[in-house]
């Protein structure tokens, strides 16, 4: 991600404390996870615009650790579903119980009424139970015998996922990915940041106690709301809303896409930009912070052609390629 920092205009004090409790929550998730900096600004990215988030990567690359941490550091209710191939799309959402008592149907809340969900391992559960949190992530609620019933606000579903390769994978469907703010790739550590998590274990760190490692709350629901409603006042000029425009039209028309980004994917790029412009101190989008939110928010959006998977091309490259065709405003 770009760390541009030119132009930064004055801003109030209560922008700075704010972008300060952020920086404490950076902190707190690095005492029970070495390296991501990347993932860790995503996921605050995500916070702020009120977006949900996929996590990526091989099995131990700490993918559950980080949101555990994540939520840890936060003054939010969270809890875990771990995806399994017999998983329910009621063991989700909840279900109509019959009451002997009063004789009649009433509805168990289940695990998505919370305001921070870690979906573990997502695609380890069929399209049928996948499908159950479409309504929640989109709409923010949950509808139960033809009723809606509201989730707690803030909400936000952090899944992680393997590769789609890794035997036991269900992949997900274009609808329920579109669904996510952001796809976050977690690579393995270099040399030193794994002979770090090598070190703290050698120490006793145990990462099924994360108190014991000293992470605390340092962030509010109250703070985080308020860091929302100044990131909605973020400046963007009418040629930065036509370059995010043009970068996302872009995509469908390359000849390696067989699905390219939608207007959803066009309102997703101008939200994640404005909220990387506010983590920087800035009142105003430049076209830097929409490269910089490019990949991660437009990737899991579009969908290669086979012909080009064949030949090896991959979305990273397809978005390069696309950015770099895109004038960019002056």
Same mark, same amino acid.
């Given at each position: ?11 109030a004090?209560a922008?700075d ?5 952020? +920086? ?10 070495v ?13 702020? $615009?009120?977006?949900?988030v ?6 131990g690359?700490?993918k559950?650790?980080l ?17 399994t ?8 959402? +909840?279900s109509?119980?019959?009451? !002997?008592r ?12 919370t ?11 069929p ?22 019933? #509201? ?15 890794y035997e +036991? ?11 996510f703010?952001l ?15 090598l070190?703290?274990?050698? !120490?006793?760190f145990? #990462?099924?106690?994360? +108190? ?15 860091a929302?409603?100044e ?10 809303l ?5 970068? $996302?039209?872009?995509t ?10 939608? #207007?959803r994917g ?10 990387w412009?506010?983590l ?25 052609? #086979?012909?080009?998977?064949?030949e090896g ?6 978005l ?11």
């Amino acid at each position: 991600m770009s760390t541009e920092k030119a132009q930064a205009p004055v801003t109030a004090p209560a922008s700075d404390d704010l972008r300060a409790v952020l +920086g404490r929550v950076r902190t707190e998730v690095a005492k029970g996870v070495v390296g991501q900096d990347a993932a860790v600004t995503s996921l605050l990215i995500a916070l702020l $615009c009120r977006g949900h988030v996929l996590l990526e990567g091989v099995p131990g690359v700490a993918k559950t650790l980080l949101v555990r941490t994540l939520a840890a550091s936060l003054a939010l209710d969270t809890k875990r579903v771990q995806f399994t191939p017999d998983l329910m799309p009621g063991d989700i959402t +909840g279900s109509l119980v019959y009451d !002997a008592r009063t004789a009649e149907f009433s509805f168990r809340e289940g695990p998505v009424f919370t305001n921070l969900l870690l979906a573990d391992e997502i695609n380890r559960t069929p399209p049928k139970t996948q499908a159950s949190l479409l309504e929640a992530m989109e709409e923010r609620q949950v509808s139960v015998d033809g009723a809606p019933l #509201p989730l707690p606000d803030p909400f936000l579903v952090i899944a992680t996922q393997n590769p789609v390769e890794y035997e +036991g994978t269900y992949p997900l469907p274009e609808a329920q990915l579109d669904r996510f703010l952001l796809k976050v790739l977690l690579p393995l550590p270099e040399r030193d940041q794994e002979l770090e998590v090598l070190a703290r274990h050698a !120490a006793g760190f145990d #990462p099924r106690n994360l +108190g014991a490692a000293g992470v605390r709350s340092v962030a509010t629901a109250d703070e985080l709301e308020r860091a929302r409603r100044e990131v909605s006042q973020v400046q963007v000029s009418p040629e930065v809303l036509g370059y995010v425009v043009d970068v $996302c039209r872009a995509t469908r028309f390359s000849p390696s896409l067989s699905l390219g980004v939608s #207007p959803r994917g066009a309102t997703a790029l101008l939200a994640t930009s404005r909220a990387w412009a506010w983590l920087n101190g800035r009142t105003f989008v430049t076209p830097d912070d929409v490269k910089a939110l490019a990949h991660p928010t437009l990737r899991h959006r579009v969908q290669l052609r #086979p012909e080009a998977e064949l030949e090896g091309v991959s979305a990273e490259t397809v978005l390069s390629t696309v950015l770099a065709s895109v004038p960019v405003p002056r």
